[in-house]
């Protein structure tokens, strides 16, 4: 659906307030931030998988692609569709470590011609190709795909079923689904102000999304609630913010939204209202 209404009488999201969320929207939050994003997180644009707690950003996003490739169970030169490619890391770790043949899409212009540059610098060009495509209206090719990576982009999708009925569609036989996902319910305030911030017609629960992958005709194989891995992610996030200091006061209403969204996304995990879970599954 894509007008949800966000349920609250102690949060600025107020009883009846409506996400108005399309492709557009999303576009242009991603546009907007593009230099952002990569000054407070880099290149990598997904949560980083923290084992004592220590490690440093990238170590710890290098390590959450490990444990999703191994969560998966991904074979060496699979054909991976990575939706929601953000500046091409994902898909060229899977090149450089496995091999693999990745097409990426991604709704950004100004991060596709970031993410087409360092590709096209890297020893994997030939591995890789990139489009500009909105993941709702891609015409995804029949049993095509060994691997859909889905991390942390479902959340902007309005129509989830119908995304999964599509990755069902282009994965191959005995293809796979990796689903990294901020799940929780809309009936929680604190979900709903994560959804407000960071422009998502609306955060699902884990079994929402087990709902979801089962309709369309994919089993799942494994479920993995890795928050207290990641939350460091945004305590470091929200440490680079706060050195930024004062300079917020002269950057765009977007930036300031996106900064303040740190500390809603924090104290949603802290809540438990919310969690992030890694889902794989692959196609009966």
């Given at each position: 659906m894509n007008h949800l209404d966000c349920m609250s009488t102690t949060s600025a999201v107020t009883a009846g307030a409506e996400i108005n969320v399309n492709a557009e929207s999303i576009r242009h939050h991603y546009d907007s931030l593009s230099f952002w994003y990569r000054l407070f997180w880099g290149d990598h644009l997904h949560h980083g998988w923290f084992n004592t707690g220590t490690e440093k950003a990238r170590e710890a996003q290098i390590a959450m692609l490990w444990q999703c490739t191994s969560i998966l169970r991904i074979p060496i030169a699979a054909r991976v569709l990575d939706v929601g490619c953000g500046?091409?890391?994902?898909?060229?770790?899977?090149?450089?470590?496995?091999?693999?043949?990745?097409?990426?899409?991604?709704?950004?212009?100004?991060?596709?011609?970031?993410?087409?540059?360092?590709?096209?610098?890297?020893?994997?060009?030939?591995?890789?190709?990139?489009?500009?495509?909105?993941?709702?209206?891609?015409?995804?090719?029949?049993?095509?795909?060994?691997?859909?990576?889905?991390m942390e982009s479902s959340e902007h999708f309005a129509d989830k079923q119908k995304y999964f009925h599509q990755v069902r569609r282009t994965l191959r036989r005995d293809g796979r689904l990796l689903l990294a996902a901020w799940t929780g319910s809309m009936a929680h305030y604190r979900v709903c102000r994560v959804a407000k911030h960071f422009v998502c017609p609306e955060?699902?629960?884990?079994?929402?999304?087990?709902?979801?992958?089962?309709?369309?005709?994919?089993?799942?194989?494994?479920?993995?609630?890795?928050?207290?891995?990641?939350?460091?992610?945004?305590?470091?996030?929200?440490?680079?913010?706060?050195?930024?200091?004062?300079?917020?006061?002269?950057?765009?209403?977007?930036?300031r939204s996106f900064a303040d969204g740190l500390e809603t996304i924090l104290d949603a995990y802290s809540s438990g209202e919310m969690k992030y879970t890694i889902i794989a599954a692959d196609r009966t």
């Open positions: 500046y091409g890391a994902t898909g060229m770790f899977l090149a450089s470590e496995l091999a693999c043949q990745v097409d990426g899409l991604n709704v950004s212009p100004n991060q596709l011609m970031v993410a087409k540059k360092k590709v096209a610098a890297s020893k994997f060009s030939a591995n890789i190709h990139l489009r500009l495509g909105d993941a709702e209206s891609f015409a995804y090719p029949a049993d095509h795909y060994d691997i859909v990576w889905t955060l699902c629960t884990a079994d929402e999304y087990v709902g979801f992958i089962e309709t369309a005709g994919m089993r799942v194989q494994k479920l993995v609630n890795a928050t207290s891995y990641v939350v460091p992610t945004w305590q470091i996030c929200l440490g680079r913010v706060k050195r930024f200091g004062l300079l917020k006061r002269f950057v765009s209403h977007e930036v």
